[in-house]
């Protein structure tokens, strides 16, 4: 069973909040970059750097990491993972990152993205923004921007649609089926 819990102009209206909270933190965009985790986070990177263009009439530095080969769980998976590639192309010595995710849910994928981040370089600072922040943390991690805080279950999952990807943004709360 899905439930549609964020329609196109809820999540319109949250990418818009984000690049406004994020500008008002940093004060304005002369010093920070955008790095989106592959892959739904390299589309959040992508669109809230299209926001931020809009607002201050300035284009920022863009990134992307695959963090597949930092994941902690990387041993117990039995298939051979598929990298999609980390892109970067200048030098984070000294930004504001915003690292861009779609779901922030053990926090395991952003402590991943921040081990590679900080072999590239050191920036100034490294804030999190996130679509969804849907709790169940095992590390402590904490976003500085979130679109909405959704409280699950262990036995929910949250689906962020975006239309690069799924032909729409929506986001749906999922139930699983429970295994006996």
Known sequence: MKTKVIDERDFERMLTRLAHEILERNKGAGNIA??????????????????????????????????????????????????LGTYIEFDITGKHL??????LFTGRTVRSALSELVDLGRPASIQLAVMIDRGHRELPIKADYVGKNIPTSLQQEVQVCMKELDGEDAIYLKELKESN
Request: hydrophobic content about 45%; glycine content about 8%.
């Open 98 to 103: 915003i690292l861009a995710d779609d779901v």
């Open 34 to 83: 955008l790095v989106g985790i592959r892959t739904r986070g390299e589309f959040l990177a992508r669109r809230l750097a299209e926001k931020i263009k809009l607002l201050e009439g300035k284009e920022i530095p863009l990134g992307f990491l695959d963090i597949t080969l930092y994941r902690d769980d990387l041993r117990e998976k039995h298939q051979q993972p598929v990298l």
